[in-house]
């Protein structure tokens, strides 16, 4: 079964702390994105990569920055966390083209 | 205005009944059309996904584009409560090449048995 993980459930941090959220999949994926989900804005997209070292803004990447060393493994990084930060954060991977996205089962960030 | 809209409702329905979910949108580029599903606590899930106009069944799932009216919708039938969840709809433009989807912000379901 395909399969995206994230590294934690929930996660706790203090303002102005670096955090790291990872994101593995087994599917062998080109494509690699972060979302984060709020109620009333939906799903926004922060980063996405469509190959290893490569990567792209989305809609809303300030305050964020990822890195993908590796095909199946892409962090997305906070380099100062904010309150505003506190979130739902999805990962998610696609093969090229207009294939359907693979979600992960998210990462709640509390930014305190 | 937003590029897709969506009521975020929510919607109570019996178990039973025909759910109906819609989303409108406004940029005529878009071709392709998906719906997700999301239970509580976990990713979204591709439920259904359709390209330019026309219906798309799958079991007790039909998905409508609309493209002169810019109108998607989703309907689920005989539904149940295990089809409680939040229903999100998705599109794209036919050749956007970075894989960018716009996302409705999502229409929460509960079917009450």
């Known amino acids: 079964d395909v399969k995206v993980t994230q590294s934690s459930r929930y996660l706790v941090k203090r303002t102005g702390e670096k955090v790291f959220l990872e994101c593995v999949q087994d599917?062998?994926?080109?494509?690699m994105f972060w979302y984060r989900q709020d109620p009333g804005l939906g799903l926004r997209l922060i980063y996405f990569?469509?190959?290893?070292?490569?990567?792209e803004k989305g809609d809303i990447p300030e305050g964020y920055s990822v890195s993908r060393e590796k095909k199946e493994r892409f962090s997305l990084i906070l380099e100062s966390a904010s309150t505003n930060q506190t979130s739902m954060y999805l990962c998610?991977?696609?093969?090229?083209?207009?294939?359907?996205?693979?979600f992960g089962s998210g990462t709640q960030l509390s930014v305190l | 205005q937003k590029e897709v809209e969506q009521d975020p409702g929510p919607l109570s329905v019996p178990e039973g009944a025909i759910v109906s979910l819609n989303c409108t949108y406004s940029?005529?580029?878009?071709?392709?059309f998906m719906w997700y599903r999301q239970y509580s606590r976990k990713g979204p899930e591709l439920l259904m996904y359709?390209?330019?106009?026309g219906n798309k069944e799958d079991g007790r799932f039909t998905a409508q584009v609309d493209k002169s009216s810019k109108y998607i919708s989703l309907f689920i039938r005989d539904s149940q409560p295990s089809d409680s969840a939040t229903y999100l709809c998705?599109?794209?433009?036919?050749?956007?090449?970075?894989?960018?989807?716009?996302f409705g912000k999502g229409n929460q379901v509960v079917v009450i048995p």
């Open positions: 599917m062998d994926h080109e494509n």
């Open positions: 940029n005529s580029a878009f071709q392709y």
């Open positions: 998705a599109m794209s433009p036919f050749d956007y090449g970075n894989n960018r989807l716009a």
């Open positions: 998610a991977s696609s093969t090229g083209g207009f294939e359907k996205l693979f």
């Open positions: 359709t390209y330019s106009s």
């Open positions: 990569s469509y190959d290893v070292k490569m990567k």
